[in-house]
């Protein structure tokens, strides 16, 4: 059952009184705008889900199911279980839609000065095959939510819904992705974006939080979520 995405409309709207800006890891928001550009392409975004229960911090890109209060289930991504060093609770928990929106929008400028820079030397020919822009961006949000404990569906800064359940390797076939170009996506529009929007990356721990470590790095590490990016 998917949470309505009113609440998440409204946190949209109501930016100014979300809490500080959402600190990401590179390679999770990598993985994640790729499967966007596919999506964007037109393929339909496909819900999965697995029964079984939470509370491991051990991430997997299966996705799981949670009881609600109605008696239905609910899945959810697989960054929901883990904890940030900050805050002790999952990411969405802890920044808000308004951090989702803030690097969302910084990851689409620094892609746009990418490409503006060096064309498809460095990035390939992925973003080139985007036909709608606007429905690229949202897909990204809905997905980036959703993986990281949001609900599953929220209605964007455009006032239009998306699903945040995809199937990434569906999202990402025929990009022909490559390890190379991953790389230097993470490396040279992600890591900046998030800077920008003030990511913590300290020592670890309360006193000097590693959020990019404790609660993102978990998801994009797992070699199933990594096989469903590149090579398709």
């Known amino acids: 059952?998917?949470?309505?995405?009113?609440?998440?409309?409204?946190?949209?709207?109501?930016?100014?009184?979300?809490?500080?800006p959402l600190h990401?890891?590179?390679?999770?928001l990598s993985g994640a705008l790729f499967a966007a550009v596919g999506a964007g392409c037109g393929s339909d975004a496909t819900t999965t889900g697995s029964g079984g229960s939470t509370g491991t911090t051990t991430a997997s890109t299966t996705t799981t199911t949670t009881t609600t209060g109605t008696g239905g289930s609910e899945p959810q991504g697989p960054g929901a279980t883990l904890k940030c060093d900050s805050s002790g609770k999952n990411a969405f928990e802890?920044?808000?839609?308004?951090?989702?929106?803030?690097?969302?929008?910084a990851i689409f400028?620094?892609?746009?000065?990418?490409?503006?820079?060096?064309?498809?030397?460095?990035?390939?020919?992925?973003?080139?095959?985007v036909t709608d822009a606007a429905t690229f961006e949202g897909n990204l949000a809905a997905f980036l939510v959703f993986a990281y404990g949001g609900p599953t569906s929220i209605v964007y800064t455009d006032n239009k819904t998306y699903n945040g359940p995809q199937d990434m390797v569906a999202a990402h076939s025929g990009l022909a992705i490559t390890a190379d170009q991953?790389?230097?996506?993470?490396?040279?529009?992600?890591?900046?974006?998030?800077?920008?929007?003030?990511?913590?990356?300290?020592?670890?721990?309360?006193?000097?939080?590693?959020?990019?470590?404790?609660?993102?790095?978990?998801?994009?590490?797992?070699?199933?979520?990594?096989?469903?990016?590149?090579?398709?």
């Open 182 to 232: 991953y790389t230097y996506f993470v490396t040279n529009v992600v890591v900046p974006a998030l800077t920008s929007s003030g990511v913590k990356h300290g020592a670890g721990g309360a006193a000097d939080p590693d959020d990019v470590s404790s609660c993102f790095a978990p998801v994009v590490l797992d070699k199933d979520f990594i096989a469903s990016v590149v090579g398709h």
């Open 109 to 129: 400028a620094n892609v746009g000065a990418e490409i503006t820079a060096n064309g498809t030397t460095n990035l390939g020919d992925s973003f080139g095959k």
């Open 1 to 20: 059952m998917a949470v309505s995405g009113a609440l998440i409309s409204a946190n949209f709207e109501e930016i100014q009184h979300e809490p500080e």
């Open 94 to 105: 802890t920044y808000g839609a308004a951090g989702f929106v803030a690097v969302n929008k």
């Open 24 to 28: 990401f890891l590179g390679t999770a």
